[in-house]
């Protein structure tokens, strides 16, 4: 396992279109967050999951985000009616004690 | 809510001098800090996790200290070199029983050879 994978790298789209992002933790993780990233700040939480369950959610989140973790494996984040204040890096990480695996993100850009 | 906050956005530093970077919280003090490395365009870089009760914690050419009176770390990485350049992130935990992270905005650290 070479640790978190994220998919696509990359996302251009237009505004009112919905995307979804992947994310593969470290295989052994079962604490697996989502963050968003935006030029010149530091990650800001979103969601986070033990197993499959959802535990925890921004306040911040808005509707048109929603995030699921089917099998305790695999996770993915959609956002829906994707708006230009969405442009951002949406990080994924993985964990099993208190430090956190990030993967290399993916890069949203809303036209 | 619990805040972070790093001071420098910017720090240049001469190659081989020792690089410290400052890191503060707000309200109560949290039961770990954590340091991550970022480079541009890349995910942050797990480095050292300190505990409330650990007054120091050390990793190779790194360093990192935790004053719960001043409600202050400080991240030093000694013998700089041209590749310590990079983004590095202070993290709390967001509130007891969470294991979400908050995190400062970073200091880019720049070391010139």
């Known amino acids: 396992d070479t640790g978190v994978s994220q998919d696509p790298r990359h996302k251009i789209t237009k505004r009112g279109q919905n995307v979804t992002f992947r994310c593969d933790p470290i295989?052994?993780?079962?604490?697996l967050y989502w963050y968003r990233q935006t030029l010149g700040q530091g990650p800001e939480f979103l969601t986070y999951f033990q197993n499959e369950a959802q535990l925890e959610k921004s306040r911040l989140l808005s509707d048109r985000f929603s995030a699921e973790r089917p099998k305790g494996s695999f996770s993915t984040l959609e956002i829906q009616r994707t708006e230009q204040g969405d442009s951002a890096m949406y990080l994924c990480?993985?964990?099993?004690?208190?430090?956190?695996?990030f993967g290399p993100g993916t890069r949203l850009t809303v036209t | 809510s619990q805040k972070i906050e790093q001071n420098s956005e910017a720090l240049n530093i001469q190659e081989g001098k020792t690089a410290t970077l400052t890191c503060n919280y707000t309200?109560?003090?949290?039961?770990?800090l954590q340091w991550y490395r970022q480079d541009p365009g890349r995910g942050p870089v797990f480095l050292l996790l300190i505990r409330e009760n650990e007054k120091e914690k050390r990793k190779e050419r790194l360093k990192v200290t935790f004053d719960t009176t001043l409600k202050q770390s400080l991240f030093h990485i000694t013998a700089s070199q041209p590749a310590d350049s990079a983004t590095y992130l202070c993290a709390r935990r967001s509130g007891a029983g969470s294991y979400q992270l908050t995190f400062g905005k970073g200091t880019k650290l720049s070391v010139i050879p």
């Open positions: 295989s052994e993780h079962n604490r």
């Open positions: 990480a993985s964990s099993s004690v208190e430090e956190q695996y």
């Open positions: 309200n109560y003090s949290p039961a770990y």
